[in-house]
């Protein structure tokens, strides 16, 4: 499966960012879909992770302020980033692994990756 994210910007403290994550192929709705992030000097840390079926999970430093959904009819995956701070600062990647994984939360996991997006908050 090949991943094109968009839907990064600079946004002002506080405020919102609906990113995207585009599949190809005609197996998405069997993968389950994951983001993460990764700021200048610092490792890619886990942000966001949804299952084939809808589930979510989230890393404690986003918990309330994000939500991610998905449309397998678009073959698309949104995560929508809300009360945004300076330390969101980061490249956003959109990552994919087919089935199920208890590990989401490790880059590793997933053989898939996008391009990454940029999101810069501003204080």
């Known amino acids: 499966v090949q991943l094109q994210a968009s839907g990064g910007g600079l946004v002002q403290a506080g405020g919102s960012l609906r990113l995207s994550c585009a599949a190809s192929?005609?197996?998405?709705?069997?993968?389950?879909m994951g983001w993460f992030r990764q700021a200048p000097g610092k490792e890619r840390d886990f942000v966001s992770h949804?299952?084939?079926?809808?589930?979510?999970y989230y890393a404690n430093s986003v918990k309330g302020r994000f939500t991610i959904s998905r449309s397998n009819a678009e073959n698309t995956v949104y995560p929508l980033m809300n009360s945004l701070k300076s330390e969101d600062t980061a490249v956003y990647y959109c990552?994919?692994?087919?089935?199920?994984?208890?590990?989401?939360?490790?880059?590793?996991?997933?053989?898939?990756w996008g391009q990454g997006t940029l999101v810069t908050v501003s204080s």
């Open positions: 192929g005609r197996t998405f709705s069997s993968y389950a």
């Open positions: 990552a994919a692994l087919r089935g199920v994984s208890d590990r989401y939360y490790y880059p590793d996991e997933y053989p898939y």
């Open positions: 949804i299952t084939w079926r809808g589930n979510t």
